[in-house]
């Protein structure tokens, strides 16, 4: 992509900050060149929180129904899935999937919790629950 073709038609998901993209100058050399964002990006952006929405409203239900600990709710709802939550815990995904089972999540081990509340950013009380 040429300087002159990187999108800076703004779009309304980047709230106004820039990101930076790769582009070929006229030299051709590749440079970075502050982008506003396009069309395709506020596409995409839309279509992966809406994703992001119903797999935390289908969550909802399944902690509702007891079929899973309010953790998979809570690792929707922070916008994280498995693999990252994975990553920034250090807990293996079998590890976490196992404490998706409402059983095991309610013998959790306050550390464990204090762990996966500081990574989403709410209390341990906030986190054995629903909002």
Do not use: C
């Not at 998979?72 to 250090?90: I, K």
């Not at 998706?100 to 204090?114: D, G, I, M, S, Y």
């Amino acid at each position: 992509m040429d300087v002159n073709d990187v999108p800076q038609e703004g779009n309304r998901t980047m709230g106004g900050y820039r990101r930076a993209m790769y582009a070929r100058d006229k030299d051709g050399r590749i440079v970075i060149v502050p982008s506003r964002g396009g069309e395709v990006d506020e596409t995409v952006t839309l279509q992966a929180l809406d994703l992001i929405r119903e797999q935390t409203e289908q969550a909802r239900t399944r902690v509702q129904a007891g079929k899973t600990s309010p953790l998979e709710y809570w690792m929707y709802a922070q916008r994280l899935d498995l693999p990252q939550l994975s990553q920034v815990t250090g807990y293996w995904q079998w590890r976490i999937r196992r404490h998706f089972n409402p059983e095991r999540f309610a013998r959790l081990p306050a550390k464990v919790l204090q762990n996966y509340a500081w990574v989403m950013g709410i209390t341990v009380d906030q986190l054995k629950k629903l909002p």
